[in-house]
């Protein structure tokens, strides 16, 4: 029988890391529980992938929380005043926080998961953050991460009564080729994965966002092709 | 005219401390913007009584966010299925965390409030939360406060460029008499807030939750008689 203590809350987007994320969580020994968000994105698909991600590697629960982040407006990937920037290739993309990055995205997502992770009594939650092919998210950086966890402990009765939570970033320092290699060798259906930012409505990928392209160089680097591409 | 610079974002429940922090934060020449929550709380009137104080004490604007707190359940503030404690009087009320704690709640409300924060170009958000009269909730304490703030710098572009948020917790070691005193001397007519975890349907609270009980004995301290009894 699953008890509490290996109960892990796995943030899941429907991308690669997020599906890398909780097939590694459960490699583990985690009983996964994955949590999606609904924001006002361009692309509800990204929540079908999501759900057949958790499906194909075996998560205890998946829930989909609805959030306003399109309400308070300011980005590219909720506003849709805003064009997603389009490049020929990664050498464009630029060093400078970019236009799709959402105000306080991961802060509004991990606090979400740590009220699931208490209500659930897990005190471990994973997050596809990549410091390397992202730079530019100030978010995704691991002193944001140790900040995040030092807040949290503080935040919870569980944090309280000394029984610490654990925020896992086990992607954070890996290339978005390592991260694919990972996945690979744990059984990840990456054809069930989207990245694009702008995909066209049956789910095709744009080829020419930042996510796109990043992807790509992925899987170029590993000589591998993307099922997704298929 | 309004600039950025002094606008500040406030996090208003309908309840006495947050009109008073409010008022504070007006005191102190920024431009009020106030965020509510509907998560699901089991008394709709608090947010009809969030939009009058906004009104009352000239809000810049007022957002209501819909939170789905209520999905992940485990509070008595959330939860049907949980009843509200009631006590005859203030000496009854444990040290023990309360079961009306919503898991990860004012994390959860932060993050939204750090969100528009971003977007509005704010670098100031004052949050009531009071750590003598609620010593129960772990996310009311100065220590979570201060942890909040340093992920918040982390998180945000606004941190990224130095240029520091503040979250004001201007009650966090006032005495509930004390908040009071301080309110009626900023012209707050505490006849529009509603502190009461389990109101009637007309908005008439219980009288004996942790919250009236604690209510009550504010005014009392001070030797004044609350409006919202009149």
Not at 43 to 65: K, P
Request: aromatic share 6%; with cysteine.
């Amino acid at each position: 029988m699953q008890n509490s203590s290996n109960r892990a809350v796995i943030l899941l987007s429907g991308g690669l890391d997020s599906a890398t994320c909780l097939a590694i969580a459960k490699s583990q020994g985690f009983v996964p529980y994955a949590i999606s968000f609904r924001y006002g994105q361009r692309h509800r698909i990204e929540l079908e992938r999501a759900a057949s991600v958790a499906r194909h590697l075996g998560a205890a629960d998946h829930i989909i929380i609805d959030i306003d982040l399109a309400k308070l407006g300011g980005s590219a990937l909720t506003d849709r005043n805003i064009a997603v920037p389009k490049h020929q290739s990664v050498d464009q993309i630029g060093s400078e926080i970019p236009l799709t990055y959402v105000p306080a995205r991961n802060t509004v997502f991990l606090s979400y998961a740590l009220a699931w992770a208490e209500v659930l009594e897990s005190k471990d939650i994973f997050i596809g953050v990549n410091a390397l092919d992202y730079s530019g998210y100030p978010d995704c950086r691991p002193e944001y991460i140790s900040a995040f966890a030092r807040m949290a402990n503080l935040a919870t009765k569980r944090g309280v009564e000394g029984n610490q939570l654990t925020i896992h970033a086990p992607l954070i320092q890996l290339t978005k080729a390592q991260i694919i290699e990972r996945g690979l060798g744990l059984g990840v259906d990456y054809g069930l994965t989207i990245s694009c930012y702008d995909p066209a409505e049956d789910g095709t990928p744009c080829g020419r966002c930042d996510s796109c392209l990043l992807r790509a160089k992925g899987f170029s680097e590993l000589g591998s092709i993307d099922p997704a591409l298929k």
